[in-house]
């Protein structure tokens, strides 16, 4: 049942942008020369990218012709006079060994000058790749933060008669599944480096938890004691994880090693903790307990000391995840009866609410803070959405799968 | 009967198609090269024989899907004899002495009946539930050699790695309940499902409180034995 880099065309993502974020920078992004030929086109990809991240208003093209492709032919003051501080120009060309040459140049409409440009060989198979590497570049020199187009995601979509475990890229293309079972799989963690997914599959009609490599498609046994096995989340070294077991009772947060071996125990409660979240130093534990009469979520120290209750408004707090920069945590809160997407300061202890849907879940930071992606159920069809860290951009990711779930944000390591 | 019967169809089926290409084969293999006309004939012979063996080959994949959905129909005629049965006098019918299996099927018997059902984020076991549950525990003890399952299930609301822990509370609370009443622990297995596999597929309250259960499952009285 283990089933590798089946592609399932039936799962593919779209990605509709609802809200958009104040400030955007208007920019113009040019159709590269002879991009037409291939099937992806780089200013469309990179169009999207920077679009999707709602920090960019991309600036109609006009009609003048022919477009130019390098410094030379650019009427700077034109583009000026049109709205855009910034331009995007580049160019397509195919080698005599049949590799393809991308260029590209950013260049600043009032002071006339090149901003950055670079030329990249690659293989046909990386067209979409290099186009999100390059809207990563305009993003980080125009925002100062690195841009997230180049990472994967992973989630689950249910289907009719089956679960698949995706692994997709972020703006939701390439979606190719790594398992697939007629039993369910929760909670995919992707490891620091990006090479390993954790997660919880059923396909034993129980909890376990395996480590799946996504370079060789192998993959073991984490984590298989009695009672529950779950909640994975890796430790920032890549060497440990913290996991929930049940197998001394009722659940509670041990660290094991990523091989299975060394089971530390963290909490000793005589009630539920689980969905443990490192901080991005690996110093403390954000995690959901409900030894106070009611789920809230607590943090510890990475040895088990020190807990702290941390949210106290509502009766149901859970889900915790640190923000990349260990300065705030996403978690999901009931209040009236809705389950909705909230964030909280750690410095102030202010706690905000980001979504107006009612049946939240599985939060998950990208890997520079700005978005957080989601579950939620809209028209009784699980989907994905995503807003961003202060609530004002928000987008929509429908799958023409019967359900999406459980996402999870991959690493900006190794895909840069 | 009738799987037995059917299983020494497929057997001597296979078993005529092998005995009759051996001997066939033989004799012609000296005569074909001299031959062409045999040739030929050998040639038709043998796609002949390939379609043969082709057809049996699926007259098998037919009898074998044939004899698994009649073994399909049993199962569930099996399943929905208690219905169709006329009451026994007794509880205790000559049937049921025979086979304590019978004695959990009794319709109107707490038995039968196989869930507790919880309240939103709870884990008690209600009084209501009690007296099903204490049956259960009495039948676990005088029948040493059953065994029973219990799932925990929560309602899809909230976080599914909370709902797995509160299945398993779940789960384990009522085999508190029934250890306590002198059932071995070695006779109870528990397992969560959390709110990963909903009974009832709905987004509403009645949906909810029918996935918010645990279930009491006697592998192979309930489901095939795993």
Not at chain 1, 194 to 215: D, K, M
Not at chain 1, 244 to 254: H, R, V, W
Not at chain 1, 353 to 364: H, M, Q
Request: aromatic letters at 8%; charged letters at 25%; a neutral charge.
């Amino acid at each position: 049942m283990l089933c590798l880099g089946a592609a399932s065309a039936r799962a593919q993502l779209t990605i509709e942008i609802i809200g958009g974020g104040a400030d955007q920078l208007p920019i113009t992004v040019l159709p590269f020369a002879s991009e037409d030929k291939y099937q992806h086109r780089i200013s469309e990809v990179v169009s999207a990218d920077l679009a999707r991240s709602g920090r960019f208003r991309l600036q109609e093209i006009g009609s003048v012709r022919p477009l130019p492709s390098e410094p030379a032919e650019v009427n700077y003051r034109y583009w000026k006079n049109r709205g855009s501080q910034t331009l995007v120009i580049g160019s397509v060309a195919e080698r005599s060994d049949g590799k393809v040459e991308v260029r590209f140049r950013m260049l600043d409409t009032s002071k006339e000058v090149q901003v950055l440009g670079y030329a990249y060989t690659i293989v046909l198979p990386q067209m979409r790749a290099i186009a999100h590497k390059i809207a990563d570049i305009i993003y980080e020199k125009l925002t100062g933060e690195p841009g997230v187009f180049s990472t994967r995601i992973a989630y689950v979509a249910k289907m009719p008669r089956r679960f698949e475990l995706h692994v997709s890229d972020a703006d939701g293309f390439n979606s190719q599944f790594i398992l697939a079972h007629r039993e369910p799989i929760i909670s995919p963690a992707w490891s620091p480096d990006g090479t390993r997914i954790a997660y919880v599959s059923f396909e034993q009609r129980r909890s376990i938890v395996f480590v799946h490599n996504l370079v060789d498609g192998t993959r073991r046994v984490l984590a298989a004691f009695d009672g529950i096995n779950s909640a994975p989340c890796w430790a920032p070294d890549g060497k440990r994880l913290a996991i929930a077991l049940s197998k001394d009772g009722i659940s509670q947060i041990y660290l094991i090693d990523a091989d299975g071996g060394g089971v530390t125990r963290l909490t000793t409660s005589n009630a539920i903790d689980t969905e443990p979240s490192f901080s991005p130093d690996g110093k403390s534990l954000l995690f959901t307990s409900d030894r106070g009469g009611s789920p809230q979520i607590y943090r510890m120290s990475a040895a088990g000391n020190n807990v702290e209750r941390m949210t106290f408004e509502g009766s149901y707090n859970v889900t915790p995840r640190y923000s990349p920069d260990g300065k705030a945590f996403a978690f999901i809160q009931r209040n009236q009866g809705r389950y909705r997407l909230a964030i909280m300061d750690l410095a102030t202890r202010q706690t905000q609410i980001l979504t107006d849907t009612s049946l939240d879940g599985s939060p998950a930071f990208a890997p520079n803070g700005r978005m957080i992606l989601y579950a939620s159920i809209v028209g009784g069809h699980g989907i994905l959405a995503a807003v961003s860290s202060d609530g004002r951009i928000k987008q929509k990711i429908t799958a023409s799968a019967q359900d999406v779930r459980e996402p999870a944000w991959g690493p900006l390591v190794g895909s840069r | 009967m009738k799987k037995i019967l059917l299983a020494c169809c497929v057997a001597v089926l296979v078993a005529g198609c092998g005995t009759k290409g051996g001997t066939q084969k033989a004799p012609i293999e000296q005569h074909d090269v001299l031959e062409p006309q045999k040739q030929q004939q050998q040639a038709d012979e043998a796609a002949k024989q390939a379609r043969i063996q082709q057809e049996q080959a699926e007259l098998k994949r037919q009898l074998d899907e044939q004899k698994r959905k009649q073994e399909e129909a049993a199962r569930q005629a099996e399943a929905e004899k208690p219905e169709v049965k006329p009451l026994p006098a007794t509880s205790m019918s000559e049937k049921a002495l025979a086979d304590p299996a019978t004695l959990l099927k009794e319709p109107g018997s707490p038995l039968s009946k196989r869930s507790v059902y919880y309240d939103f984020d709870a884990f008690n076991i209600k009084v209501e539930f009690q007296p099903m549950v204490e049956a259960h525990a009495k039948f676990l003890l005088e029948h040493k050699d059953f065994k029973v399952r219990i799932e925990g299930n929560c309602d899809e609301r909230g976080s599914r790695e909370y709902n797995l822990a509160l299945g398993q509370r779940r789960a384990d609370s009522v085999k508190r309940a029934m250890t306590l009443l002198g059932v071995p622990a070695k006779q109870i297995e528990t397992v969560s499902f959390g709110s990963e596999k909903p009974k009832a597929l709905g987004h509403d309250e009645e949906a909810w409180a029918e996935n918010r259960r645990s279930d009491i499952v006697y592998p192979g009285v309930d489901t095939p034995q795993q």
